[in-house]
């Protein structure tokens, strides 16, 4: 071809289609037009685990339901990989779950974090932040 030649198709028009969902998320998940029946699947509802302590640091598994495309995936990766207390992510977009490793101070700021994306972030009963004096005494008495 000599770039003269006519070529056997016509150009499509690409227009934007209209989104699933009525905001204007990456992929529609955030917030389910009125009639919509999707559901998040089965075991993105199981139980959370605790957190665990590793190498000094705490690891926390948490839920974010909003949590199921890479977009937001990025998302939450960059306002995270920006804090000094985390040190580590693993994101399970099928569960809806982000793994973090951070210092054992600063799951509060975390939790802010991903709520100010706008996310609605879950983690197990039992790892709900407590206030400095309130950690303390649960910790002071809770030893045997």
Do not use: W
């Amino acid at each position: 071809m000599n770039g003269k030649e006519k070529l056997p198709y016509r150009a499509a028009t690409i227009t934007k289609a209209r989104p699933l969902y009525a905001d204007d998320a990456c992929c529609g998940s955030r917030t389910p037009e009125a009639g919509d029946t999707r559901t998040a699947p089965a075991n993105a509802t199981a139980p959370l685990a605790a957190s665990q302590a590793v190498n000094g640091a705490v690891r926390t598994p948490i839920r974010i339901m909003q949590m199921n495309c890479p977009t937001e995936e990025g998302m939450i990766r960059k306002k995270l990989a920006a804090m000094p207390a985390v040190t580590a992510m693993g994101f399970n977009l099928m569960q809806r779950v982000l793994t973090v490793v951070h210092s054992p101070d600063s799951l509060d700021g975390i939790l802010t974090a991903i709520r100010s994306l706008g996310f609605t972030p879950e983690v197990a009963a039992g790892d709900a932040p407590l206030g400095p004096c309130t950690r303390f005494c649960v910790n002071a008495f809770s030893q045997k």
